[in-house]
């Protein structure tokens, strides 16, 4: 591989090594950051998609609270902007449905959205309420790193935030945008979170993506890889995240993210004919819905604390 243009090494290779911190930094977060900078430990890292939100309604703080304590590494969570341009907890483009309120976000003020209760992942009401990201980002604060989804269109917005409250190397942001484009956002910064690309290898435009990074010469800290069936493709864009020195992020919440390799066919049947193949690909960030039956597996085979 072609060694990489300054800017693009800076502000790529490791968006936040400015800010990496030091083995003996004694926080939490800390530690797990040494480790997403790390591409030789065989570590698996756990990411909980939305918090805990089989017991909490999902992107609510005590979601994330309790992913914290059960020892997950990263807490992903989604992004929208209210109509006083304050960003907030949700997956979705309205309130309909994880909340008891109506409309677009977009639309609402966080005032409006603050009057309206959560609902669990069955569509009950519960006594909780959306939290904004300042809010989240103060819980997690030196205790785990925070995945943001939905939420490169608001880089700005996030990183200004971050940097307020000093939790800017604990964030991984994702998106789907050229090298180009990223490199060109971050240049703007002193410090920036880190960046994850996102690659549907067996889909066009994941596969000119995919392309796009390594003619480039670009090794990001991580790829999240999704795809709906293994084939030779899979296997060889996977082989090559883990050989450039990039960590490989895998989705085990539904069939069509990782080959049908996912949390209810590990509940339902052999956790290790499903978690155990993703670790065989390479696989040492698996985000899962499951997180508790994960850790449990992950920690039987040493594969974590």
Known sequence: MKKLPFLLSILLLSAACTQRPSPET??????IVTELHNPTSKRVLVASHRGDWRNYPENS??????????????????????????????????????????????????????????????????THRM???????????????VNIDKGYQYYDLVQRLSEELGVTEQLLIKGKSPVGDVTEKFSRYEHNMMYMPIIDILKPQGEKLFAEYREQGVVP?????????????????????VKSGSKLWVNSLWPSLCGGLCDDAAFEGDPGAVYGRLVEMGATLIQTDRPELLLAYLRARGLHD
């Not at 004694?26 to 530690?31: E, S, V």
Request: glycine share 4%; with cysteine; charged share 25%.
């Open 26 to 31: 004694d926080n939490r977060a800390a530690t």
């Open 221 to 241: 800290i991580a790829y999240e890889v999704c795809w709906s069936e293994e084939t030779p493709q899979v296997t060889t864009c996977m082989e090559t995240i």
């Open 131 to 145: 939290p904004t990201l300042r809010e989240a980002l103060e819980i997690c604060k030196d205790r785990i790193v």
């Open 61 to 126: 703080l005590a979601a994330i609270e309790s992913v914290i304590r059960m020892g997950a590494d990263i807490v992903e969570i989604d992004l929208a902007l209210t109509a006083d341009s304050i960003l907030v907890l949700c997956h979705d483009r309205t309130l309909n449905r994880t909340t008891t309120g109506k409309g677009y976000v977009k639309d609402v003020t966080l005032d409006s959205i603050r009057r309206c209760f959560l609902k669990s992942g069955h569509g009950v009401v519960t």
